[in-house]
């Protein structure tokens, strides 16, 4: 039997999880115990197989700390996905490396505050979204409008750091697609689409998820999307919109809490595939 770690955070309150039905899969036939346990508590990390980072909702709030804890832990025992992939892909200037690699994604242009917000000259978009470069669930995340960008009840709201300026795109009333991937292989899709008058797909604000079946050309370009990181993930999501006929890249998220096991019976099983490869070929 393999002892793994889940790693979790102090405060779920407000959160949809469902890495219970991953974790009862997982114990099912007692190849697992999984035992979770908040990143910032103390633990005999050696006593595990492996360390998950699973419910670490709060991580955000504190990136720096969060990764030297990494750091500590995978001195101690594997980690997935590892430290070097965390750092990747905490701050989402991550995207514009893989728009240079010939990534579709939203266009995106990243700014500092404090300073000015520059729209570059070949944008002719009239509303924006203005959101931190390191974020999770939709945090600080608002509309601006082209005359609005640098008055001073937008930049109040905003602390300083590294941020990210996009065209709103209308599109998103019709949903956000998440493509699920265990070791690299595609698991399960949803559809997250917001609640009348929101812009926020997120189930925490009033979104609606549903299952989702991507179509052939999309299941290749998000397949070949992961298949780019270079590092061994356990887990990923891509995440698409379809803006202007063609999907474009939101974020691929490696160190994401929402994995949605509950809306794909297979989800669960593939999860625990992935595992046993890994432990099988580590
Ligand atoms: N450019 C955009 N146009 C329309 N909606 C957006 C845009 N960027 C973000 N959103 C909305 O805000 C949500 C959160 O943004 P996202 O970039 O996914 O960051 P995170 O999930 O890390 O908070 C998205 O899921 C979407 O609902
Ligand atoms: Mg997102």
Redesign the pocket.
């Known amino acids: 039997m393999k002892k793994i770690c889940f790693l979790s955070c102090h405060s779920l309150e407000g959160h949809i999880i469902d890495d219970t039905l991953a974790i009862s899969e997982l114990e099912k036939d007692g190849d697992y115990k999984v035992t979770s346990i908040p990143w910032d508590d103390e633990a005999n990390w050696k006593d595990f197989d492996l360390v998950v980072t699973r419910t670490t909702w709060d991580y955000h709030k504190r990136p720096a700390e969060f990764v030297a804890k990494l750091k500590h832990i995978s001195s101690q025992v594997r980690l997935l996905n590892s430290v070097e992939v965390v750092e990747w892909n905490f701050h989402k200037g991550y995207l514009k490396e893989l728009e240079a690699k010939g990534v579709k994604i ?1 266009p995106t242009e990243m700014f500092k505050l404090p300073g000015k917000i520059t729209v570059p000259a070949s944008w002719d978009y009239k509303k924006f ?1 203005v ?1 931190p470069a390191i ?5 600080k ?1 608002i509309i601006v409008k082209l005359e609005d960008l640098n008055s001073e009840a937008v930049t109040t709201q905003l602390h300083a750091g590294d941020w990210m300026l ?4 209308e599109e ?1 009333t019709q949903g ?1 697609v998440s493509l699920h991937f265990f070791n690299k292989k595609f698991s399960h899709g949803i559809l997250k689409v ?1 609640k009348p008058g929101d ?4 189930e925490e604000h009033g979104g609606l998820i549903s299952p989702f079946v991507p179509d052939a050309q999309l299941l290749v370009d998000a397949t070949s999307l992961v298949e780019k990181v270079p590092f061994d993930l356990l887990f990923a999501r891509v ?1 698409v919109v379809n803006w202007r006929g063609t999907y474009v890249l ?2 691929i998220e490696l160190i994401e809490p929402a994995l949605y096991f509950r809306t794909s019976s297979q989800s669960v099983k593939n999860f625990k595939a992935a595992l046993d490869k890994i432990f099988t070929n580590p």
């Open positions: 939203v979204i959101k974020s999770a669930n939709a945090y995340t996009q065209p709103f795109m998103i956000e917001p812009f926020r797909v997120q995440d939101m974020e």
